[in-house]
């Protein structure tokens, strides 16, 4: 056991666990957050991304130890229900979620992607989100929804 300490989407935290426990058990589990979630515990779906300093990470498979003194920004913490972060807002006026298990994932990498490259092209943004997977199939709304969020953002 070891005392972890890093923030979540602004505020300082500590947790006492393995250090090789993965970052979204102690999200989750330890700090009672609802999101993001368990997928597929291997870093394969998406479903449990979070910003790491900045750039998008599978939460389900970073061990603890590597966020000490970091920066983890969660999905709630990109935006608020008053100021949401333009993706968000994209992703509601698009009407895209159907369950919402997915879209840690997808707004996640977007927002890292479009901070890096505000001008990124269609092929850019589906390369960076290759891997991501939905199982509602809202793909062609997910990507409409980006680009909204791109133009809101220019």
């Known amino acids: 056991m070891a005392s ?9 935290v500590s947790v ?3 250090p090789n ?3 979204l058990y102690a999200l989750r589990n330890d700090l009672k957050m609802t999101n993001p979630y368990f997928g597929c515990g291997l870093a394969q779906c998406g479903a449990c991304t979070v910003h790491l300093d900045g750039e998008p990470m599978r939460s389900c498979v970073m061990p603890l130890s590597a966020v000490q003194g970091k ?12 100021k949401p972060h333009p993706l968000q807002a994209a992703y509601v006026e698009e009407q895209v979620p159907q369950c919402g298990y997915c879209i ?8 890292a992607v479009l901070k890096k490259n505000p001008k990124a092209t269609d092929a850019q943004i589906r ?3 290759a891997g ?4 509602c199939g809202t793909h062609v709304a997910i990507l409409r929804a980006i680009k909204r969020a791109q133009a809101m953002m220019a």
Not at 4 to 12: A, L, M, T
């Open 71 to 82: 920066k983890v920004t969660t999905l709630q913490g990109l935006g608020t229900p008053e």
């Open 16 to 18: 006492n666990a393995d």
């Open 104 to 111: 840690d994932g997808w707004i996640m990498t977007a927002a």
């Open 127 to 129: 390369e960076a989100l």
């Open 21 to 23: 426990m993965p970052l």
């Open 4 to 12: 972890i300490k890093f923030s979540v989407d602004g505020k300082p």
């Open 132 to 135: 991501l997977k939905c199982r």
